[in-house]
C-alpha cells in the first residue's frame, strides 16, 4: 500500500487553515485511542516521554507561541502548565525535568482532554477571525505548530513502541496483518556529480534548519537502491559482528563493551530463531524488510564490515531528488518497515519504511541565521554531535515529509525506526 498525500501548505484561506488545524489536532487524539488509561504516563527512559504528556505539550505550543501574543482576551488554561510542558525552551522560562516527565501522574489524562479543548476553541476563534490569513507572522506560527505537532504525532508512535515494548507481556498497540513481501537483490545505481543544490527553496513551508538553499559540488557515487535488509543484517550478526572491534567507531565499541546495546532494539533471539517487537504485537524477524531500531554506531559497523560506506546527507538528497514522496508511510497502517512487494529497477524506499542515517554531522548550512527569540531554538540549538537521518519512517505522516527534511538523532540512539543504506564511491 502507498501513501501519497499533499503537504501542509502556507494556506491563504481561513477554513483551509481551520481544517488542517482541526484535521492535525484530531490526529493525535486518534493515535492515543488504542491506549489504555494506564499507559498514559509511563516513561520508560528519558528520551521517551508519556502520551499524555505529549498531547498537553503540543497545545502549550500553540498557547505560549499563537494565543498568549495574538489571541485576544485570551486566558491560560493554567498558571503551572507553561512550565510543566515547556520542552526546552529556556527564554520562555523554566520546565520540568525531561527526565521526571513520568512522576507528573497530576494533571489527569482528563484534565489535558480539557486542556486542547480550550486551546482549540481559542485556536479557532482565531483562525476564524482572519488574523491568521492576514497576518504573515501568526500564519508562519500556526503552521510551524502544526508540523510540530506531527513530529509529535511521531514521536507519540515510537514512545508508545518503547513504552509497550519494555513490558514484559509485550503488549499490542493494535492489531494488524502485514503483507507478505519478496527478496530484492541489493544493487547500486549509478548517479552523476556535479553542481547541486541542497536545501530547501523560499517557497513552500521548510523548517529553518533545510535553509538556505545552497549550492554543493558532488562528486558521482553509487548509492543501494534500497535499505539494508533483516536478513543482511543476521548475517552480519552471525559474522561475529558485535564481537569485532576493528569494525567499530572508538564509541560504539566502548558503548558495546559498557552492555549499552547487542542488537537492534526489540530484537529477540528464540531458540535460534529471531523475533521483535512491533506495534502489533512479538513477530518473527522477515529477512526481507528493511532492518529497523539500529543506531548510528551499528550502521557504520555494517558498513565497514560490507566494505562500503554510509551516504552523505548531499548524496541522498541528490539521490532523492526526481523522487515522488510516496513510500510505506503512516497513513499505510501497517506502523512496520515491510519487505518489497515487487522487484524494483531503481531506487526504492527512499520515503517510509525507515529514517536512514546519513554520515553527515547535523550543522547548520552556510548562511544560516537562527531566528531571534524562543522559537530560535527550536532546531538551532542542537547543532553538535548529532547525525542527520533523511527519508521519514513508517510512522512519519506523508504529508509532513519531504526531500529536505533533516531529521537528527545521537549516534547511540535506537529507539526511533531507524535503519540505512549503503554507499560506495566510484
Request: glycine share 8%.
Amino acid at each position: 500500500m502507498v501513501a501519497s498525500m499533499e503537504p501542509i501548505a502556507p494556506q491563504t484561506d481561513s477554513q483551509e487553515l481551520r481544517s488542517a488545524y482541526q484535521r492535525v489536532r484530531k490526529t493525535s487524539e486518534l493515535i492515543c485511542e488504542p491506549l489504555f488509561i494506564e499507559d498514559y504516563g509511563v516513561q520508560t527512559m528519558p528520551d521517551v516521554s508519556p502520551p499524555k504528556w505529549h498531547l498537553a505539550h503540543v497545545s502549550w505550543f500553540f498557547e505560549t507561541f499563537l494565543l498568549k501574543p495574538y489571541g485576544e482576551d485570551y486566558r491560560e488554561f493554567h498558571p503551572e502548565y507553561v512550565r510543566l510542558f515547556n520542552s526546552y525552551y529556556e527564554q520562555v522560562g523554566v520546565y520540568h525535568p525531561r527526565s521526571q516527565r513520568g512522576l507528573l501522574s497530576r494533571p489527569t489524562v482528563e484534565e489535558i482532554d480539557a486542556y486542547r479543548a480550550h486551546v482549540d476553541a481559542a485556536m479557532l476563534q482565531l483562525i476564524d477571525s482572519g488574523r491568521a490569513e492576514a497576518d504573515t507572522r501568526i500564519r508562519e506560527r500556526l503552521l510551524t505548530g502544526l508540523h510540530h505537532e506531527q513530529q509529535h504525532q511521531e514521536l507519540l508512535l515510537t514512545d508508545i513502541k518503547h513504552i509497550l515494548g519494555m513490558n514484559p507481556l509485550r503488549p499490542a498497540y493494535r492489531e494488524c496483518d502485514l503483507p507478505e513481501g519478496m527478496a530484492q537483490p541489493l544493487t547500486f545505481i549509478r548517479v552523476t556529480g556535479g553542481l547541486k543544490k541542497l536545501g530547501a527553496e523560499e517557497h513552500g513551508f521548510a523548517f529553518d534548519n533545510e535553509r538556505p538553499r545552497h549550492d554543493i559540488w558532488q562528486s558521482p557515487f553509487r548509492i543501494a537502491a534500497r535499505p539494508i535488509s533483516n536478513g543482511e543484517y543476521i548475517d552480519f550478526i552471525e559474522d561475529g559482528g558485535y564481537q569485532r572491534p576493528e569494525l567499530w567507531l572508538a564509541d560504539g565499541w566502548a558503548a558495546i563493551k559498557a552492555g549499552q546495546f547487542h542488537g537492534p532494539l526489540y530484537w529477540e533471539n528464540r531458540d535460534g530463531q529471531w523475533w521483535h517487537y512491533t506495534l502489533g504485537g512479538m513477530q518473527p524477524v522477515d529477512p526481507h524488510a528493511p532492518v529497523a531500531h539500529v543506531n548510528y554506531f551499528e550502521a557504520d559497523a555494517y558498513a565497514s564490515w560490507a566494505g562500503k560506506r554510509l551516504p552523505t546527507e548531499a548524496e541522498w538528497e541528490t539521490a532523492a531528488e526526481n523522487l515522488p514522496v510516496e513510500g510505506n508511510l503512516r497513513s499505510s497502517g501497517y506502523l512496520q518497515p515491510l519487505a518489497p512487494d515487487t522487484i524494483a529497477t531503481g531506487l526504492s524506499k527512499m520515503y517510509g519504511d525507515v529514517w536512514e542515517w546519513t554520515q553527515s554531522a547535523y550543522g547548520p548550512y552556510p548562511g544560516y541565521r537562527q531566528a531571534g527569540g524562543a522559537l530560535g531554538e527550536y532546531n538551532g540549538k542542537f547543532m553538535c554531535g548529532q547525525y542527520v537521518l533523511k527519508g521519514g519512517s513508517c510512522v512519519t505522516p506523508a504529508d509532513h515529509i519531504r526531500r529536505t527534511y533533516r531529521n537528527f538523532l545521537y549516534p547511540a540512539d535506537q529507539w526511533q525506526f531507524s535503519g540505512f543504506r549503503l554507499a560506495e564511491d566510484l
